[in-house]
């Protein structure tokens, strides 16, 4: 079952102090991919993999179905651990960050409860955690939902709250896994909002997506992925203008699923 990962993983788990920070460091360090590779029951899905993801910008992964983008998250993230080559954060440091999927999972208490519960497993002190939550769901637009019970939102709002829970920790990168597959055009239009008010924030964002009008809105690079393989890692402009690669074009055609 999917869940929202709003708190480190456990190999790039931070001190309880930096989860309490009131704003994420800037910058955060270069994710280094070296011949990562990942495979399951026989079956290779990620293969031999070497990316550096650098910089402030926002890095959307795109490729088919298939293709490996939420494995490849995974492993970003510390979820899955890789069964060949490596990953570091580099200089090497801890680093805030978390994570949110396309289905997010609520608890069963109320949205506030979601948050403050995520700042409590964080370590924030209970004297802050109830303001931080607060904070967090005003700017994704649920401070008048608060004590509503998190079960009875809507997928958008549920979405929301899984952001606010996420954001409430100030982490130096968010992972977000097509986290707008399953809304209607005005939840998606609000989850972007947030996305990007989260990285104006001070937050890297790296999001997978099948949407080419959300990666040409949101992208300032680009990770295209095929058959587990990184193909191609440009600029966003470049990338749609002339991507470098027989199946990227045939992608951004739609000849590919």
């Known amino acids: 079952m999917e869940r929202d990962v709003s708190l480190p993983a456990a190999s790039h788990r931070p001190a309880p102090e930096a989860a309490q920070a009131a704003a994420p460091l800037s910058p955060p360090p ?12 026989g079956q290779v899905i990620i293969d031999d993999v070497s990316v550096v993801l650098n910089g402030t910008a926002r890095t959307l992964i795109l490729g088919p179905n298939g293709a490996g983008k939420s494995v490849l998250m995974r492993l970003c993230h510390g979820l899955l651990v890789p069964t060949s080559g490596s990953l570091r954060w580099e200089p090497a440091r801890p680093v805030r960050q978390a994570m949110v999927f396309q289905r997010p999972v609520v608890l069963r208490r109320s949205v506030l409860a979601n948050v403050t519960y995520a700042l409590h497993l964080a370590g924030v002190p209970r004297r802050r955690r109830r303001a931080q939550a607060f904070d967090a769901l005003e700017r994704v637009g649920l401070a008048g939902l608060a004590s509503r019970a998190a079960d009875l ?4 709002e549920r979405q929301r709250l899984a952001l606010a829970r996420a954001w409430a920790l100030a982490p130096e990168v968010l992972f977000l896994d097509e986290p707008t597959a399953n809304l209607d055009p005005a939840s998606t239009a609000a989850v972007e909002r947030i996305a990007m008010a989260i990285h104006a924030a ?4 790296v999001m ?3 949407n080419l009008g959300q990666a040409r809105r949101l992208a300032g690079d680009i990770v295209f992925i095929d058959q587990g393989r990184v193909i191609e890692h440009v600029p966003a402009p470049r990338f749609f203008a002339a991507p470098g690669s027989m199946n990227a074009r045939r992608y951004l055609e739609a000849e590919l699923p």
Do not use: C, D
């Open 153 to 156: 939102l809507s997928g958008g």
């Open 208 to 210: 997978s997506t099948h």
């Open 30 to 41: 270069a994710l280094v991919l070296e011949r990562l590779g990942y495979a399951r029951a």
């Open 202 to 205: 001070g937050t890297r964002i």
